[in-house]
């Protein structure tokens, strides 16, 4: 009976192994991906179909988190040795930039739109017609600008990087800090709105 057991361990093991692959597989059709550039099994990308390009990933990248281009717009290019942890989402209905040697912790936000619309009556209508047919083609009132983050950057966790945003290079995000307003290069900011606490060394 043992012997049975880890027959079928190994297995389950080996069929979840080719389905963790195919899904994968499946994932990696969805953008392009530079030489040794990897997605984690938990990663997610969602593009427009049959258009690779609106996403694309440098060499010896990894990803974790998820990766949304929405129907109406958007791009999402990383660098080079750039690292994007679990949990995190960048969701692009315009442009979002990431350099090379980038550092995104687990469960950061990098959003250069707005989701839904200001006004809160065209704010339930539009939700209603994402649960109908989905997420629309026509950007309509929703707010979008693009972000750029620059090389060497650190953005630590939970924290929240705001559309129309630049973050200079080698700058650092503290855990939490939301940017609403751009960071200059080698500056640390940390706070809800992130301000600056200190100059780092170039």
């Not at 060499?59 to 949304?68: A, D, F, K, M, Y």
């Not at 969701?91 to 990431?98: D, F």
């Not at 809160?120 to 994402?130: M, P, S, V």
Request: hydrophobic share 40%; with cysteine; proline share 2%.
């Amino acid at each position: 009976m043992n012997l049975f057991r880890k027959i079928l361990y190994k297995c389950l093991l080996f069929v979840d192994a080719k389905t963790t692959e195919a899904k994968l597989y499946a994932q990696r059709q969805k953008l392009q991906m530079g030489t040794g550039s990897k997605l984690h099994a938990g990663a997610l990308v969602h593009n427009m179909p049959h258009q690779p390009d609106l996403i694309s990933i440098g060499r010896q990248s990894t990803v974790c988190g998820e990766l949304l281009v929405f129907n109406y717009g958007g791009r999402i290019s990383i660098g080079n040795n750039a690292y994007v942890g679990v949990g995190s989402r960048i969701w692009s209905g315009e442009s979002i930039s990431i350099g090379n040697n980038v550092l995104i912790s687990h469960n950061v936000n990098i959003m250069d739109n707005n989701a839904h619309e200001i006004d809160h009556l065209e704010r339930a209508e539009g939700y209603k017609q994402i649960n109908l047919k989905g997420y629309p083609k026509e950007k309509g009132s929703v707010q979008t600008a693009k972000i750029i983050i620059e090389d060497d950057v650190w953005i630590s966790f939970n924290a929240t990087i705001l559309r129309g945003t630049t973050i200079g290079n080698g700058a650092i995000v503290a855990a939490n800090a939301v940017v609403t307003k751009d960071v200059e290069a080698f500056t640390m900011v940390a706070g809800n709105p992130a301000k600056e606490i200190k100059k780092l060394k170039p």
